[in-house]
């Protein structure tokens, strides 16, 4: 992406303003005094972004070199005028923290997540998924796997698992079965104050727990929890963005040949 044309003209604007860049790869590469990141890429490149930024309260502003970008919204071109004229506004995203037992979690996993927090079966074998929400038990599920999704990731992997679209500022979480093995099986929106207990289990010796974009392998009697976490993301949005824009332009919401008009 360095030799992308927009990008440069990006970069050039910036220092013509009298910005400072540099590049990070690691958390520890943040300097002292850093305003904002940008993440230049798309939505997978933001989560990436979110996990270098942690919870140092240092705003994201995704920029969109990617293919759909609903985290990464914004085009290069967008971008110089809006920041070096204050013409922004810093919006805070929900984030969600992942417990297994009091243990550390799969391959010492960043324990916290923008969009979902998932589990899949690593076998041929369908999973036996048990829910609580606050200590109440819901039914059983059979799937190929669940997830527990944000607002924000209500338009990611959620979408795909049949739940509901909602604003990124609605204060919910999603419970959703990945291809259940029952009919009478729908995704649940409970409040975003919950905690949310889940146990596996499966004939295959092995599961796979995803957070966000990082995955890693568990024994299949996995047993975590997941809740809001004590801090939040800091996203900066441009006025020209906007989630009910990103819906039609990107998902095609409503298009219809009655709406033409």
Known sequence: MKGDSRLKRLEEQLLGGGCELYDI????????????????????????????????????????????????????EDV??????????????????????????????????????????????VLGIQVTVDGADLPEFWADGLLVATSSGSTAYSLSAGGPICMPDTRVLIIAPVAPH?????????????????????????????????SAISGSGLVFEVSMAQFSLKRVRLPRSGFVKALTEKLFWGEDIRNSR
């Open 80 to 125: 110089a005028e809006a920041l070096l004229e204050g013409k922004y506004e810093i919006e805070e995203r929900s984030l969600l923290s992942v417990r297994s037992d009091g243990e550390s979690l799969p391959g010492d996993m960043y324990p916290y997540a923008l969009n979902e927090v998932s589990v899949h079966r690593h076998g041929a074998s």
């Open 25 to 76: 790869e690691r958390s520890e590469d943040i300097r002292e005094g850093t305003d904002l990141l940008l993440s230049v890429g798309g939505d997978g490149t933001f989560l990436s972004a979110s996990k270098r930024v942690g919870d140092r309260g240092i705003p994201v502003l995704g920029v969109n070199l990617g293919r759909l970008g609903f985290l990464s919204e914004n085009a290069p």
């Open 182 to 214: 029952n009919l009478n099986v729908r995704p649940l929106v409970v409040p975003d104050t919950s905690r949310i207990g889940i146990r596996v289990f499966s004939r295959d010796p092995e599961v796979m727990l995803s957070v966000d974009n990082r």
